[in-house]
């Protein structure tokens, strides 16, 4: 089924369908850590709309409806990836891997790829695990989260230059 489903970049006015997107792709996350305040939940339309001016942002599309999106910005050497959503429905279908597969395409140039997951989450270390990121720091966000950071180093990459809208 995932071959039905084409990547693009987002635009501005996809905004409010990926942030309604994203608090429903979440709430499997506020679940496992018995926390509905983790800021992907609590993200308002400004700041998504914000993240736009920063970020390259893509979204998965089936049937005009976006059912998947990954954030990803460059700093330095490092292509920084985050907030990689996929509807509860279209889970488990590769759309996840497409999306993150599409993010290296776009900044083959770079040194390395981070990204970070919740140290409960099993089923993001899977999958981040399988596409080749290994954990390289743990950051304590309280009594009940924990980040894991995971990086993908790109050998032989020494310049940057990102992906362009062109």
């Known amino acids: 089924m995932a071959k039905q489903i084409e990547i693009f970049r987002a635009s501005l006015e996809d905004a409010i369908e990926i942030l309604a997107l ?34 390259v942002v893509l979204k998965a599309v089936r049937e005009h409806s976006i059912i998947g999106s990954v954030r990803s910005h460059v700093i330095e050497n490092t292509c920084h990836i985050g907030k990689l959503i996929v509807h509860p429905k279209w889970q488990n279908l590769g759309i996840g891997t497409r999306l993150m597969t599409e993010v290296e395409l776009m900044y083959r140039d770079v040194a390395r790829f981070e990204l970070f997951t919740g140290s409960n989450s099993i089923r993001n270390f899977h999958l981040y695990h399988k596409l080749g990121y290994q954990e390289f720091r743990r950051e304590s966000l309280g009594s009940k989260v924990e980040l894991v950071y995971l990086e993908k180093l790109v050998i032989g990459k020494k310049k940057n230059i990102g992906y362009k809208n062109s």
């Open 22 to 55: 994203q608090k429903l792709a979440y709430q499997s996350e506020a679940q496992i850590y018995d926390d509905w305040s983790i800021p992907p939940l609590l993200q308002t339309v400004e700041e998504i709309r914000d993240e736009f001016s920063t970020s």
